[in-house]
T-cell receptor, first 112, second 113 residues
């Protein structure tokens, strides 16, 4: 089966600019996650979708981060405006009732 | 809240050495426990898991046993290879509701020939 697809792989922006990341989960996986992985730390859950509804966004900085999964398949995560501390790898993952989380290769964001 | 604590790295070993990476957890209830591995430039891959006390997860020569009495899930391998060099993450999720993984900070393993 095809894995979780993410794009772009790398992105460099200046602070206060905007950026968007895209994720296409494994076909049939109802649950989609966005994690933030800062260098030297473990991944931290930003938001979790079940189909097109939000299950958990308690750690999403909602003043600057937004995410959507309009048709219950692919998803976008946006940061506007970006801060230096947003530099991290943004990981998308998906799962179903029968399978554990499968992760994409991530998008490495550098904010200068 | 629920949390995972891992030993700090890097762990540096010679090929064929024995590996232990310690992991302990704090949880209200009885979580499922996981080890994920992250090779350079790649996403996380599930290495092994255990869903209840005394279960042993194993894969690719790695093993970990769910110890409720010590709230631990230490990762072990009898003979490491250079190709095992990666970052290893211990994680848990509660067996209620939707899957939501809580990760440790990761332990980098460096294996030299």
């Amino acid at each position: 089966e095809a894995g979780v697809a993410q794009s772009p792989r790398y992105k460099i922006i200046e602070k206060r600019q905007s950026v968007a990341f895209w994720c296409n989960p494994i076909s049939g996986h109802a649950t989609l996650y966005w994690y933030q992985q800062i260098l030297g730390q473990g991944p931290k859950l930003l938001i979790q979708f079940q189909n097109n509804g939000v299950v958990d966004d308690s750690q999403l900085p909602k003043d600057r981060f937004s995410a959507e999964r309009l048709k219950g398949v692919d998803s976008t995560l946006k940061i506007q405006p970006a801060k230096l501390e947003d530099s991290a790898v943004y990981l998308c993952a998906s799962s179903s009732l029968e399978s554990p989380l499968h992760f994409g290769n991530g998008t490495r964001l550098t904010v200068t | 809240g629920n949390s995972v604590t891992q030993m700090e790295g890097p762990v540096t070993l010679s090929e064929e050495a024995f590996l232990t990476i310690n992991c302990t957890y704090t949880a209200t209830g009885y979580p499922s426990l996981f080890w994920y591995v992250q090779y350079p430039g790649e996403g996380l891959q599930l290495l092994l898991k255990a869903t209840k006390a005394d279960d042993k997860g194993s894969n690719k020569g790695f093993e970990a046993t769910y110890r409720k009495e010590t709230t631990s899930f230490h990762l072990e391998k009898g003979s490491v290879q250079v190709s095992d060099s990666a970052v290893y993450f211990c994680a848990l999720h509660m067996n209620t509701g939707f899957q939501k993984l809580v990760f440790g900070t990761g332990t980098r393993l460096l294996v030299s020939p």
